[in-house]
T-cell receptor, first 115, second 113 residues
């Protein structure tokens, strides 16, 4: 059963507009969430993260929102640029004993920025 | 210039052969990870190691083995017991403390013929 779900396989957004990527999770033990950007045949690149003690984290054009009661997070990209076209993965982690276990990933959303 | 290296970028093997994928990092990170990506899928955790000489199974460890004899290195062996080994393999590392992002290598595309 998928613990991290990205229900939109693809999303098309016009350049300059806002891109909103959504992610849902089911495991209540997750306490740290990350977004990664990935190009084909390359490793994922870290974008932004959020701890479960916060509900918002902002870094330049990227903002992540966390709604713990709904077990939902979203990534906002404003304004969207052509270079943002990539697959975006939502990931979650549960920290037991102080160490970092592996990440649980969603299946990804392919963001396409149209000129 | 710090980072994670994986070699080779592309690897071809005949069915029934074991193959070892290399992962090296010079970031002085304690924890290292192996993931597998299949088309249209997210990354799935194979094995991880939080300290030298210790490692744990991830979600899909069957048919794989690892070692962690040095902090910098975490090789993954894909054995003949792995039923569907053709995939994109990604190695990652993190300082090992809580709430740190994982840094990924460029990946190795393994094709079993």
């Amino acid at each position: 059963d998928q613990q991290v779900k990205q229900n939109s396989p693809s999303l098309s957004v016009q350049e300059g507009r806002i891109s909103i990527l959504n992610c849902d999770y089911t495991n209540s033990m997750f306490d740290y969430f990350l977004w990664y950007k990935k190009y084909p045949a390359e490793g994922p690149t870290f974008l932004i993260s959020i701890s479960s003690i916060k509900d918002k984290n902002e870094d330049g054009r990227f903002t992540v929102f966390l709604n713990k009661s709904a077990k939902h997070l979203s990534l906002h990209i404003v304004p969207s640029q052509p270079g943002d076209s990539a697959v975006y993965f939502c990931a979650a982690s549960a920290h037991s004993g102080g160490g970092a276990d592996g990440l649980t990933f969603g299946k990804g959303t392919h963001l396409i920025i149209q000129p | 210039d710090g980072g994670i290296t994986q070699s080779p970028k592309y690897l071809f093997r005949k069915e029934g052969q074991n193959v070892t994928l290399s992962c090296e990092q010079n970031l002085n990170h304690d924890a290292m990870y192996w993931y597998r990506q299949d088309p249209g899928q997210g990354l799935r955790l194979i094995y991880y190691s939080q300290i030298v000489n210790d490692f744990q199974k991830g979600d899909i460890a069957e048919g794989y083995s690892v070692s962690r004899e040095k902090k910098e290195s975490f090789p993954l062996t894909v054995t003949s017991a792995q039923k569907n080994p053709t995939a994109f393999y990604l190695c990652a590392s993190t300082p090992g403390n809580t709430y740190n992002e994982q840094f990924f290598g460029p990946g190795t595309r393994l094709t079993v013929l």
